[in-house]
């Protein structure tokens, strides 16, 4: 069975701090990467995705991928309230178009 | 770009009636549409994948004869939930794959059948 892994949290962090969110899966085939933010109440919506071992930078997020140890995290700098939802990781392989899904962690920031 | 609208947004029905959702991708042609269903406070979880001009597949323990899934053209895929029951209230959503991998997501229908 192939599965993805996330702490369902919650996860706390202040104001300005970064906020770390992980993520492992089981499958070593896969080959994409997914990160989601989905509010109460409202679709999930896609914050990025990675494909190759390393970092990947958009402004204030960066995911990392370590495809040797399995493990993808998403990292928000300066977090602010507004990032305050639940982060959705998923994983994909190359011969399937189906997506994996983590439960998610929540994420609060406080003021 | 990528924009996935679904109607209606929310809809409240008697039970026993049916209920059909649309999802529709604004901007680009998918050929592959997933249906989800979310209970509140829970993980999304898949129902089916939907293929412009092909049968639906769907997961393990979805009805398909209650789920109906019509994917007519490459930017309208159907829900259509059949003999709605009150166990049957719920979070849809449809997401679109675009040839490049990425699911983009709809805004979602809430369902609740009373």
């Known amino acids: 069975q192939k599965e993805v892994e996330q702490n369902s949290g919650p996860l706390s962090v202040p104001e300005g701090a970064i906020a770390s969110l992980n993520c492992t899966y089981s499958?070593?085939?896969?080959?994409?990467f997914f990160w989601y933010r989905q509010y109460s109440g409202k679709s999930p919506e896609l914050i990025m995705f990675?494909?190759s071992n390393g970092d990947k930078e958009d402004g204030r997020f960066t995911a990392q991928l370590n495809k040797a140890s399995q493990y993808v995290s998403l990292l928000i700098r300066d977090s602010q309230p507004s990032d305050s939802a639940t982060y959705l990781c998923?994983?994909?392989?190359?011969?399937?178009?189906?997506?994996?899904w983590g439960a998610g962690t929540k994420l609060i920031i406080k003021p | 770009g990528a924009v996935v609208s679904q109607h209606p947004s929310r809809v409240i029905c008697k039970s026993g009636t049916s209920v059909k959702i649309e999802c529709r991708s604004l901007?680009?042609?998918?050929?592959?549409m997933f249906w989800y269903r979310q209970f509140p406070k829970q993980s999304l979880m898949l129902m089916a994948t939907?293929?412009?001009?092909?049968?639906?597949?769907?997961e393990q323990g979805v009805e398909k004869d209650k789920f109906l899934i019509n994917h007519a053209s490459l930017t309208l895929s159907t829900l259509t939930v059949t003999s709605a029951h009150p166990e049957d209230s719920s979070f849809y959503i449809c997401?679109?794959?675009?040839?490049?991998?990425?699911?983009?997501f709809g805004p979602g229908t809430r369902l609740t059948v009373l």
């Open positions: 998923a994983v994909k392989e190359d011969s399937n178009y189906q997506l994996i």
């Open positions: 499958d070593r085939g896969s080959q994409s």
């Open positions: 939907s293929n412009e001009g092909s049968k639906a597949t769907y």
């Open positions: 997401s679109a794959r675009q040839a490049d991998n990425e699911q983009f």
């Open positions: 901007d680009f042609q998918a050929t592959t």
């Open positions: 990675i494909y």
